[in-house]
């Protein structure tokens, strides 16, 4: 990356959440002003040095946050361009083969007060995308809806967050219980973060809530899937970041394909036990 004390750079940045919130890491190092392709401009809104260009994309989340922003900056002619992207050797060394720096200490901006009141676990359901399919990554369902089961049982109030649609995305079952659901994307960005920033927990799958809770320090239990060639906790996951909140609970015969579609064996032994021990620590570490 061409990028002087002072200089601007165009970023053609990665578009999903989880990535744009890895990214932050990166930019806080650059110096001078940085032009960034993002659809989450609000996840920059503490780097004043980050300006927040338009990129195209298909995937209805990301269109439909863009559509809230008609203000975007605009890139000065003849700049260079620098395109973030990561193949099998894990997130963080990918970003640092494009951004050239080490980064610094995950986080996010302060996104005030949370939606919800109380002492509350975040559950993100699995759940299906027709626009871009995770089959292989998803974990089993019932894993998520046993843990939820289990923390309602222990006095947690449930939130379960998605953006499901008719045709586009849909849950799988069983679907977790949930005491307040959001489930067809009713949370703008801000608020779905402050929403994780003020839980006691976050219970999911591998994606956004991933760096979302390491960023947030908030303690989370991530089921593992299949798709192991890319979402291994070892590649998206990195010794620059605190994982210490952070339990991933992986299959026993993980599958390290790359594959989409696949048969990847997603059974976990003796889960119940062990999201049990899981949650009786959890005080000890909030």
Known sequence: MQHEKGGIVLIRGMKGLGDCIYQRAFLRQLPGIVFLETPWPELYQDMPHVRCVRPATDLRTQAKNMARHAKWARVPPGQSTTTIRYGGNGIY???????????????????????????????????????????????????????????????????????????????????????????????????????????AAVIGGIGWIVPASIAARVPAWIVCGGQGGYNAPELITDRAMDTSRLTFAVPDNFCRCTERQHTCDKRIANYDQRFAEWADRLPAVV
């Not at 006095?155 to 977790?176: I, K, M, N």
């Not at 067809?184 to 960005?189: K, T």
């Open 93 to 199: 060394n990918g970003m640092r083969n494009c951004f050239r720096v080490q980064p610094a200490p995950l986080d996010l901006p302060a996104f005030g007060p949370s939606p919800v009141e109380g002492r509350y676990v975040v559950v993100r359901p699995v759940t299906a995308r027709a626009e871009w399919r995770a089959d292989t990554r998803n974990p089993l369902p019932e894993y998520i809806a046993n843990a939820a089961s289990e923390m309602r049982r222990r006095g947690y109030r449930l939130v379960s967050v998605a953006d499901l649609q008719p045709g586009q995305e849909w849950a799988l079952d069983p679907l977790p219980a949930a005491d307040v659901r959001y489930h067809a994307g009713e949370l703008p960005v801000e608020q779905l973060l402050a929403l994780l920033q003020g839980s």
